[in-house]
Structure formats: C-alpha cells, structure tokens
Nanobody, 123 residues
Framework: QVQLVESGGGLVQAGSSLRLSCVAS????????MAWFRQAPGKERVFAAG????????LYDDSVRGRFTISRNNAKNTVYLQMNTLKPEDTAVYYC????????????????WGQGTQVTVSS
C-alpha cells in the first residue's frame, strides 16, 4: 500500500513562493506517476501538475503553467511542487496523488492520495 504525506503549506501573501513536498512510501516505477491536485473551498478537486517516474515528462494545468514547477527525487521518495508568484486564487488544499495508469489530468487515474496540505494566499 502506497502512503503519501504532504507538507509545506501555509499562509503567504500574493506574489510569494512556497514549496510543497510529498514523501511517498512503497513507490515503484509501476505505480510512480505522481501528481498534485488542489481543491478550493466549495469546488471540485482539480489537477494542477503531474510528473512521470523518470521525471522526464511533466504536465501542467493552464492556470499554473509558468508559475509552478513539479519535480521529484526518487532517492528521497519525494515529489515537490515549487509555487511561485502565488495568487489568491491559488488558495486551496493541495493533494499529492500516485498512480500507475499514466500521466493524466483525471482523478480516476490515481490510486493513492495524501491527506492534503492547506495553502492560503492573501491579497
């Protein structure tokens, strides 16, 4: 059973940066597609960024492309989300997810989820 634990959230001002981390246990190349989703208050959980096992391919939602960067260090079993130039509309609970289906934007492609970390951006 893969377990995911997120950290790094917090309260920041607009224009600031944060780096989220997701430590994964029992992750392998067969289930190692990783993604960050986010859920704003009263809204659905949506895809933000994803990365393949090797890290060679990444995928971003248009709303974060150019501001967020997803990366991973398999030696540390960790996936990161570097968030720059944060905006109030980035306020959400950020979830780490792992799956074996491929690099997709849909929630159903990911089998394992963390508990989430809150990111709040004030204007």
């Amino acid at each position: 059973q893969v377990q995911l634990v997120e950290s790094g959230g917090g309260l920041v001002q607009a224009g600031s940066s944060l780096r989220l981390s997701c430590v994964a246990s029992r992750l392998t190349s067969s289930n190692g597609y990783m993604a960050w989703f986010r859920q704003a208050p009263g809204k659905e959980r949506v895809f933000a960024a994803g990365i393949t096992w090797t890290g060679r391919s990444t995928l971003y939602d248009d709303s974060v492309r150019g501001r967020f960067t997803i990366s991973r260090n398999n030696a540390k079993n960790t996936v990161y989300l570097q968030m720059n130039t944060l905006k109030p509309e980035d306020t959400a609970v950020y979830y780490c997810a792992a799956g074996r289906e491929g690099l997709y934007r849909t929630r159903s492609a990911y089998n394992y989820w963390g508990q989430g970390t809150q990111v709040t951006v004030s204007s």
